[in-house]
Protein backbone atom coordinates (compact mmCIF):
# COMPACT_ATOMS: atom_id res chain seq x y z
CA UNK A 1 0.00 0.00 0.00
CA UNK A 2 1.20 3.32 -1.06
CA UNK A 3 1.90 5.72 2.13
CA UNK A 4 1.73 9.35 1.10
CA UNK A 5 3.34 11.86 3.61
CA UNK A 6 2.71 15.63 3.35
CA UNK A 7 4.74 18.89 4.58
CA UNK A 8 4.35 20.62 5.92
CA UNK A 9 1.72 20.25 8.35
CA UNK A 10 1.10 23.58 8.77
CA UNK A 11 2.10 26.46 6.49
CA UNK A 12 1.44 30.17 7.37
CA UNK A 13 1.69 32.35 4.75
CA UNK A 14 -0.25 35.81 4.03
CA UNK A 15 -2.40 36.84 1.24
CA UNK A 16 -0.75 37.62 -2.21
CA UNK A 17 2.03 34.79 -1.01
CA UNK A 18 3.00 31.54 -2.96
CA UNK A 19 2.66 28.53 -1.35
CA UNK A 20 4.03 25.58 -2.27
CA UNK A 21 2.88 21.93 -0.80
CA UNK A 22 4.74 18.44 -0.88
CA UNK A 23 3.48 15.09 -1.02
CA UNK A 24 5.73 12.29 -0.95
CA UNK A 25 5.21 8.77 -2.11
CA UNK A 26 6.47 5.88 -0.05
CA UNK A 27 7.08 4.74 -3.36
CA UNK A 28 6.89 5.52 -7.29
CA UNK A 29 3.84 6.33 -8.52
CA UNK A 30 2.17 6.88 -11.96
CA UNK A 31 1.55 11.01 -11.98
CA UNK A 32 -1.50 9.27 -13.96
CA UNK A 33 -3.15 8.70 -10.28
CA UNK A 34 -2.24 11.89 -8.13
CA UNK A 35 -4.61 14.42 -7.61
CA UNK A 36 -5.19 17.28 -5.22
CA UNK A 37 -7.80 18.43 -2.98
CA UNK A 38 -8.70 21.35 -1.19
CA UNK A 39 -10.78 21.25 1.83
CA UNK A 40 -12.47 24.23 3.27
CA UNK A 41 -13.90 24.06 7.40
CA UNK A 42 -17.86 22.09 7.72
CA UNK A 43 -17.24 21.95 3.34
CA UNK A 44 -16.90 18.56 1.38
CA UNK A 45 -13.36 17.99 -0.09
CA UNK A 46 -13.22 19.82 -3.60
CA UNK A 47 -10.75 18.57 -6.19
CA UNK A 48 -8.52 20.76 -7.48
CA UNK A 49 -6.03 18.99 -9.81
CA UNK A 50 -5.61 15.41 -11.12
CA UNK A 51 -2.70 13.32 -12.82
CA UNK A 52 -0.29 15.18 -11.00
CA UNK A 53 -0.73 18.68 -12.86
CA UNK A 54 -4.21 18.81 -14.76
CA UNK A 55 -6.57 21.39 -13.31
CA UNK A 56 -10.13 20.18 -12.28
CA UNK A 57 -13.04 22.22 -14.19
CA UNK A 58 -13.74 25.65 -12.50
CA UNK A 59 -10.39 25.73 -10.80
CA UNK A 60 -8.23 28.92 -11.07
CA UNK A 61 -4.37 29.14 -12.90
CA UNK A 62 -3.51 30.35 -9.89
CA UNK A 63 -3.24 26.33 -8.46
CA UNK A 64 -0.71 24.29 -10.52
CA UNK A 65 0.87 20.62 -9.67
CA UNK A 66 4.10 19.19 -10.70
CA UNK A 67 5.92 16.70 -9.72
CA UNK A 68 6.19 12.76 -10.76
CA UNK A 69 7.97 9.40 -9.26
CA UNK A 70 7.60 9.96 -5.69
CA UNK A 71 8.06 14.08 -5.05
CA UNK A 72 4.86 15.60 -6.17
CA UNK A 73 3.85 19.68 -5.48
CA UNK A 74 0.99 21.95 -5.25
CA UNK A 75 1.79 25.45 -5.90
CA UNK A 76 -0.57 28.37 -5.33
CA UNK A 77 1.39 31.24 -7.17
CA UNK A 78 -0.91 34.19 -5.02
CA UNK A 79 -2.82 33.46 -2.02
CA UNK A 80 -6.41 34.75 -1.97
CA UNK A 81 -8.52 34.98 1.40
CA UNK A 82 -10.37 31.85 0.60
CA UNK A 83 -7.30 29.86 -0.60
CA UNK A 84 -6.83 29.27 3.29
CA UNK A 85 -8.19 25.90 3.84
CA UNK A 86 -6.56 22.00 4.30
CA UNK A 87 -5.41 19.89 1.30
CA UNK A 88 -5.12 16.34 0.87
CA UNK A 89 -2.85 14.95 -2.09
CA UNK A 90 -4.29 11.25 -2.80
CA UNK A 91 -3.13 8.03 -4.72
CA UNK A 92 -5.17 5.36 -6.92
CA UNK A 93 -3.47 2.34 -7.05
CA UNK A 94 -4.33 -1.46 -6.78
CA UNK A 95 -7.96 -0.55 -6.77
CA UNK A 96 -7.49 1.51 -3.36
CA UNK A 97 -7.72 4.84 -2.85
CA UNK A 98 -5.38 6.47 -0.30
CA UNK A 99 -4.60 10.22 1.01
CA UNK A 100 -1.89 11.65 2.67
CA UNK A 101 -2.56 13.51 6.25
CA UNK A 102 -2.98 16.91 4.46
CA UNK A 103 -1.48 20.21 5.12
CA UNK A 104 -3.00 22.89 6.55
CA UNK A 105 -2.51 26.39 5.44
CA UNK A 106 -3.24 29.12 7.48
CA UNK A 107 -3.48 32.98 7.46
CA UNK A 108 -0.30 34.64 8.97
CA UNK B 1 -23.92 18.73 -13.62
CA UNK B 2 -23.48 16.15 -11.37
CA UNK B 3 -25.14 16.22 -8.01
CA UNK B 4 -24.85 14.07 -4.91
CA UNK B 5 -27.20 13.82 -2.22
CA UNK B 6 -26.63 11.56 1.02
CA UNK B 7 -28.80 10.88 4.03
CA UNK B 8 -28.87 8.00 6.71
CA UNK B 9 -28.73 7.69 10.81
CA UNK B 10 -27.15 10.27 12.32
CA UNK B 11 -26.91 8.49 15.66
CA UNK B 12 -26.07 4.77 16.42
CA UNK B 13 -25.12 3.05 19.84
CA UNK B 14 -22.76 0.62 19.87
CA UNK B 15 -22.68 -3.02 17.79
CA UNK B 16 -25.55 -1.55 16.01
CA UNK B 17 -25.41 -1.38 11.97
CA UNK B 18 -24.39 2.11 9.96
CA UNK B 19 -26.90 2.77 6.73
CA UNK B 20 -26.07 5.24 4.33
CA UNK B 21 -27.73 6.16 1.13
CA UNK B 22 -26.00 8.15 -2.05
CA UNK B 23 -28.46 8.98 -4.67
CA UNK B 24 -26.48 10.45 -8.09
CA UNK B 25 -28.34 13.52 -10.05
CA UNK B 26 -27.54 14.58 -13.54
CA UNK B 27 -24.15 12.88 -15.90
CA UNK B 28 -24.02 9.24 -16.22
CA UNK B 29 -24.03 6.56 -13.60
CA UNK B 30 -23.17 4.01 -15.68
CA UNK B 31 -19.48 3.15 -15.93
CA UNK B 32 -18.11 4.97 -13.26
CA UNK B 33 -17.16 3.84 -9.77
CA UNK B 34 -18.60 5.67 -7.09
CA UNK B 35 -16.86 5.92 -3.51
CA UNK B 36 -17.69 6.42 0.29
CA UNK B 37 -15.12 8.23 2.38
CA UNK B 38 -15.24 9.35 5.92
CA UNK B 39 -13.59 11.77 8.37
CA UNK B 40 -13.30 11.78 11.27
CA UNK B 41 -13.96 15.11 13.72
CA UNK B 42 -10.71 16.92 13.55
CA UNK B 43 -8.88 14.39 11.49
CA UNK B 44 -7.89 13.40 7.78
CA UNK B 45 -9.92 11.00 4.62
CA UNK B 46 -9.94 7.53 4.48
CA UNK B 47 -10.98 6.03 2.06
CA UNK B 48 -14.30 2.79 2.64
CA UNK B 49 -14.15 1.92 -0.93
CA UNK B 50 -15.92 2.02 -4.25
CA UNK B 51 -18.74 -0.07 -6.58
CA UNK B 52 -19.76 0.31 -9.93
CA UNK B 53 -23.24 0.26 -11.65
CA UNK B 54 -23.05 -3.64 -12.42
CA UNK B 55 -22.13 -4.46 -8.54
CA UNK B 56 -18.25 -4.83 -8.40
CA UNK B 57 -16.55 -3.64 -5.21
CA UNK B 58 -13.19 -2.49 -4.22
CA UNK B 59 -12.83 -2.34 -0.59
CA UNK B 60 -10.03 -0.74 2.13
CA UNK B 61 -8.86 -3.80 3.96
CA UNK B 62 -8.77 -2.17 6.68
CA UNK B 63 -12.24 -1.99 6.90
CA UNK B 64 -13.49 -4.91 4.53
CA UNK B 65 -14.54 -7.16 7.39
CA UNK B 66 -17.34 -4.97 8.54
CA UNK B 67 -18.76 -3.02 4.96
CA UNK B 68 -20.67 -3.70 2.74
CA UNK B 69 -21.63 -1.38 -0.55
CA UNK B 70 -24.76 -1.74 -2.89
CA UNK B 71 -26.22 -0.44 -5.81
CA UNK B 72 -29.46 0.12 -6.95
CA UNK B 73 -28.39 0.98 -10.88
CA UNK B 74 -32.51 1.74 -11.75
CA UNK B 75 -32.49 4.41 -8.75
CA UNK B 76 -28.77 6.11 -9.39
CA UNK B 77 -28.48 5.00 -6.06
CA UNK B 78 -25.58 3.46 -3.79
CA UNK B 79 -25.43 2.09 -0.06
CA UNK B 80 -23.05 1.88 2.48
CA UNK B 81 -23.36 -0.63 5.68
CA UNK B 82 -20.69 -0.92 8.13
CA UNK B 83 -21.39 -3.22 11.50
CA UNK B 84 -20.95 -3.94 13.96
CA UNK B 85 -20.45 0.09 14.43
CA UNK B 86 -18.00 1.42 17.97
CA UNK B 87 -17.01 4.86 18.82
CA UNK B 88 -14.17 5.01 16.39
CA UNK B 89 -16.29 4.58 13.26
CA UNK B 90 -17.68 8.46 14.20
CA UNK B 91 -16.93 10.54 11.47
CA UNK B 92 -18.55 12.44 8.71
CA UNK B 93 -19.40 10.16 5.72
CA UNK B 94 -18.99 11.52 2.14
CA UNK B 95 -19.92 9.37 -0.50
CA UNK B 96 -18.29 10.48 -4.41
CA UNK B 97 -17.81 10.16 -7.85
CA UNK B 98 -14.73 8.43 -8.64
CA UNK B 99 -12.54 6.50 -11.63
CA UNK B 100 -13.64 5.51 -14.65
CA UNK B 101 -11.64 4.37 -18.11
CA UNK B 102 -8.29 6.23 -17.21
CA UNK B 103 -9.42 9.38 -15.12
CA UNK B 104 -8.79 8.20 -11.46
CA UNK B 105 -10.05 11.46 -9.20
CA UNK B 106 -12.86 11.63 -6.98
CA UNK B 107 -14.71 14.34 -8.71
CA UNK B 108 -18.08 15.45 -7.43
CA UNK B 109 -18.75 14.74 -3.63
CA UNK B 110 -22.19 14.41 -1.37
CA UNK B 111 -22.24 17.41 1.09
CA UNK B 112 -21.52 14.87 4.07
CA UNK B 113 -23.10 13.12 6.65
CA UNK B 114 -22.17 13.07 10.12
CA UNK B 115 -22.29 9.77 11.83
CA UNK B 116 -22.06 9.65 15.89
CA UNK B 117 -21.32 6.84 17.67
CA UNK B 118 -22.35 7.15 21.74
CA UNK B 119 -23.93 4.61 24.08
Known amino acids: EIVLTQSPGTLSLSPGERATLSCRASQSVSSSYLAWYQQIPGQAPRLLIY???RRATGIPDRFSGSGSGTDFTLTISRLEAEDFAVYYC?????????FGQGTKLEIK | QVQLQQWGAGLLKPSETLSLTCAVYGGSFSGYYWSWIRQPPGKGLEWIGE???????NYNPSLKSRVTISVDTSKKQFFLKVRPVTAADTAVYYC?????????????WGQGALVTVSS
Open chain 2, 51 to 57: INHSGST
Open chain 2, 96 to 108: ARGRIDGYYPLDF
Open chain 1, 51 to 53: GAS
Open chain 1, 90 to 98: QHYGSSLYT
